[in-house]
């Protein structure tokens, strides 16, 4: 690279171009842009630094009270996204906290178009699942099956063919052919509509997912415990007492056989023991290996000191923590939806639970969040479909507090 011509003496410098004063605004202009660009953008860091301590704030905060708080199952991944939508829409009631995260529809958080409600995310439905099995109520014993329509047909064969012995000479007589039936069991809506505050519910330390299971999973397991021992079957299942009950002796198809204590309203005064013994024999010995007592509270106690002819107690306690207690070595279920002992009632029951009664039911179920109807109170109307009847009126026996 060349050094340029040295300066003459007495030679003046040579004068700017036309483009230099263009050129040094646009520098001057450009250098002013950029320092305005740098400063917003330091601004931007700095107030994204605030937001972020503020947020680890109040995570901590959270974390100190969360030991407090029943917190549901959250191990997997992919199930804290539903939660974390399924949280965003109870405190907000903005749909797109839902639509954004584009759930899967096997998570049971698709939007329902027609009605407006969102499907409860697996875990929330899980929870109030388990407290419904856990209750004292004919869903710990009898059979329960999911379905996704609004009926459920049992197909039962009571009946048998005939038969006969034969001669190696002699005719066939044609067999009878056996007779099928079918019990078709409807599903009802079942509902609750608990509410909390706004301000309540806008609480960062609440636990709306546990607040809000624990408060319909109370009111299903108890409305759906009376419903399968008592339900008439108009709008809710058909509980096994409301079907018609006969002797035993001249028990039939569609009905419940019964045996009698022979004292009305009572046991009998001598024997006391005998018509539970009875009570259990009535019932077929292939429906025994599975059998189950029924009873409320005040009759179990009154069983409780009943005592075999040799002086031994019939009702014995379970041994291991969680075994049911026992009653001539059949497990006890105590129902408190059961009559009381009074007079021509069917206090006790008998019977292969699982293969006598079938419970149906949809496995979703729809909360609908509404924020208006109770200012300054938010409603949250759960729903869910159960059905229930006799599906082997074999599989039953009662006993009956009367003379016969």
């Given at each position: 690279?060349?050094?340029?011509?040295?300066?003459?003496?007495?030679?003046?410098?040579?004068?700017?171009?036309?483009?230099?004063?263009?050129?040094?605004?646009?520098?001057?202009?450009?250098?002013?842009?950029?320092?305005?660009?740098?400063?917003?953008?330091?601004?931007?860091?700095?107030?994204?630094?605030?937001?972020?301590?503020?947020?680890?704030?109040?995570?901590?905060?959270?974390?100190?009270?969360?030991?407090?708080?029943?917190?549901?199952?959250?191990?997997?991944?992919?199930?804290?996204?539903?939660?974390?939508?399924?949280?965003?829409?109870?405190r907000s009631g903005n749909e797109a906290d839902l639509r954004g995260l584009q759930l899967e529809a096997k998570g049971l958080n698709t939007s329902v178009a027609g009605e407006g409600g969102y499907l409860v995310d697996p875990a929330t439905s899980d929870t109030i699942r388990g407290v419904l099995h856990n209750?004292?109520?004919?869903?710990?014993?009898?059979?329960?099956?999911?379905?996704?329509?609004?009926?459920?047909?049992?197909?039962?064969?009571?009946?048998?063919?005939?038969?006969?012995?034969?001669?190696?000479?002699?005719?066939?007589?044609?067999?009878?052919?056996?007779?099928?039936?079918?019990?078709?069991?409807?599903?009802?809506?079942?509902?609750?509509?608990?509410?909390?505050?706004?301000?309540?519910?806008?609480?960062?330390?609440?636990?709306?997912?546990?607040?809000?299971?624990?408060?319909?999973?109370?009111?299903?397991?108890?409305?759906?415990?009376?419903?399968?021992?008592?339900?008439?079957?108009?709008?809710?299942?058909?509980?096994?007492?409301?079907?018609?009950?006969?002797?035993?002796?001249?028990?039939?198809?569609?009905?419940?056989?019964?045996?009698?204590?022979?004292?009305?309203?009572?046991?009998?005064?001598?024997?006391?023991?005998?018509?539970?013994?009875?009570?259990?024999?009535?019932?077929?010995?292939?429906?025994?290996?599975?059998?189950?007592?029924?009873?409320?509270?005040?009759?179990?106690?009154?069983v409780r000191k009943m005592k075999d002819a040799d002086g031994r107690f019939l009702w014995s306690d379970g041994l291991a923590s969680g075994e049911p207690a026992r009653l001539m070595g059949y497990p006890v279920l105590v129902a408190e939806d059961m009559p009381d002992i009074a007079s021509d009632s069917f206090?006790?029951?008998?019977?292969?639970?699982?293969?006598?009664?079938?419970?149906?039911?949809?496995?979703?179920?729809?909360?609908?969040?509404?924020?208006?109807?109770?200012?300054?109170?938010?409603?949250?109307?759960?729903?869910?479909?159960?059905?229930?009847?006799?599906?082997?009126?074999?599989?039953?026996?009662?006993?009956?507090?009367?003379?016969?």
């Open positions: 690279m060349t050094d340029p011509a040295p300066k003459v003496a007495g030679q003046s410098a040579a004068p700017d171009t036309p483009e230099a004063p263009e050129l040094k605004l646009e520098l001057k202009t450009a250098w002013h842009g950029f320092a305005a660009e740098f400063d917003a953008f330091q601004a931007d860091i700095t107030r994204k630094l605030s937001q972020t301590e503020e947020r680890l704030t109040m995570l901590d905060r959270k974390t100190a009270v969360s030991p407090a708080r029943p917190v549901l199952d959250r191990s997997d991944a992919a199930d804290t996204l539903h939660h974390k939508a399924f949280d965003a829409y109870l209750a004292a109520s004919i869903r710990a014993i009898a059979s329960v099956v999911m379905v996704e329509s609004t009926f459920f047909d049992v197909l039962v064969d009571h009946t048998d063919i005939s038969s006969g012995w034969a001669t190696e000479s002699g005719s066939l007589a044609e067999s009878d052919t056996p007779t099928i039936d079918r019990i078709s069991i409807r599903l009802h809506e079942l509902s609750a509509m608990p509410k909390a505050s706004q301000r309540l519910l806008d609480d960062s330390a609440f636990d709306i997912e546990g607040w809000l299971a624990n408060r319909i999973a109370g009111k299903f397991a108890r409305a759906e415990a009376a419903a399968f021992i008592n339900g008439d079957g108009v709008d809710k299942p058909r509980g096994f007492l409301d079907h018609a009950a006969v002797d035993d002796a001249i028990w039939e198809w569609d009905n419940l056989g019964y045996i009698a204590t022979g004292a009305d309203g009572d046991f009998a005064s001598i024997n006391a023991a005998d018509s539970i013994v009875d009570l259990v024999y009535a019932l077929g010995a292939s429906y025994r290996a599975n059998a189950v007592f029924v009873m409320n509270s005040k009759t179990a106690g009154a206090a006790i029951a008998f019977g292969d639970f699982n293969a006598g009664y079938t419970i149906a039911e949809r496995p979703d179920m729809r909360v609908l969040r509404d924020p208006f109807s109770a200012k300054p109170h938010v409603l949250f109307y759960a729903t869910k479909r159960v059905g229930g009847d006799v599906s082997d009126f074999k599989a039953i026996k009662l006993l009956k507090f009367g003379l016969s």
